[in-house]
């Protein structure tokens, strides 16, 4: 399985980003979808997930009403719209490829597979 992150750049504070997630090799059908982040020094930290069927979300209290995730199981891609960026939000997005219970959506242990990252810079 592959997951392929794209969308990164560098965004003024108050802008905004559209991540992707292309999957290869797997459906992603059936998994849930989360994304994480890393910024320099700092650990990973969950972002936001969606179950397989994506009447579920999960969001980190620091993203809420600003991150917006979404899947396409037809075209095997996970999506994350970022609106009203700040420079706290600087770091490397990761996406990431599992089968979680509902209460373990955030933790990075619950995933098998991984994206390279796509790197998120927000300039104030």
């Known amino acids: 399985v592959q997951l392929q992150a794209s969308g990164g750049g560098l965004v003024q504070a108050g802008g905004s980003l559209r991540l992707s997630c292309a999957a290869s090799g797997r459906t992603i059908s059936g998994y849930t979808m989360g994304w994480f982040r890393q910024a320099p020094g700092k650990e990973r930290e969950f972002v936001v997930a969606i179950r397989w069927s994506g009447g579920n979300t999960y969001y980190a209290d620091s993203v809420k009403g600003r991150f917006t995730i979404s899947r396409d199981n037809n075209k095997n891609t996970l999506y994350l719209q970022m609106s009203s960026l700040r420079p706290e939000d600087t770091a490397v997005y990761y996406c990431?490829?599992?089968?979680?219970?509902?209460?373990?959506?955030?933790?990075?242990?619950?995933?098998?597979?991984w994206g390279q990252g796509t790197q998120v810079t927000v300039s104030s």
């Open positions: 990431a490829m599992g089968r979680p219970i509902s209460s373990a959506s955030y933790y990075t242990s619950s995933y098998y597979y």
